[in-house]
């Protein structure tokens, strides 16, 4: 990978909207607590994408399962404002790691975590508005009358008898 630690957690932190040391504790939990879920192999190919310190996190709990949450968590900190900053750092981790990791972390995380690791869309195009060509001058007394209800041609469909 080619950002730094310090890196990540500035983009948690503009994700979050939280202050950067907050954002890095939380990197170091979510990481902590993804790395119960993965198998060896797994854990080695994330970590290997991953800066040195947030590499260690993730190795460090290969068998703790306890919930992502409970590792974030901080006193006087909402459920509500834990779960944010936990999709906060998945965000941001769907947008750094190659697919291959991404495809190795759904495949082995519960399913209400797996699906926070979806990267941010990419900016919408505005949509493009049909371009009616006008057919009758504006000087006419219905100028939009081949595109109005009200006035346009109605097309009479043969019904079978």
């Keep these: 990978m080619l950002l730094r ?4 957690a500035t983009h948690v ?9 907050l954002a890095d504790y939380a990197l170091r939990a979510v990481l902590t607590g993804i790395g119960g879920h993965l198998s060896p192999a797994f854990r080695q190919l994330i970590a290997e994408e991953l800066p040195s310190p947030l590499a260690h996190a993730l190795q460090s709990a290969v068998n703790d399962r306890r919930p992502i ?3 974030v968590q901080l006193t006087g900190m909402s459920q509500g404002h834990t779960r944010e900053l936990i999709a906060s750092v998945c965000k941001v981790l769907a947008e750094e790691l190659s697919e291959e990791a991404l ?8 399913p209400a975590t797996a699906v926070m690791f979806v990267p941010s869309a990419p900016p919408a195009e505005p949509p493009s508005v049909p371009y009616h060509r006008q057919a009758n001058s504006v000087a006419e007394a219905n100028p939009h009358g081949d595109i109005k209800l009200s006035s346009g041609r109605r097309r009479v ?3 079978p008898n």
């Design 103 to 110: 495809r190795a972390l759904c495949a082995s995380l519960p």
């Design 5 to 8: 630690i310090d890196q990540l």
């Design 157 to 159: 469909i043969d019904e």
């Design 69 to 71: 949450e409970d590792r």
């Design 13 to 21: 932190a503009a994700h979050a909207g939280v202050s950067t040391p």
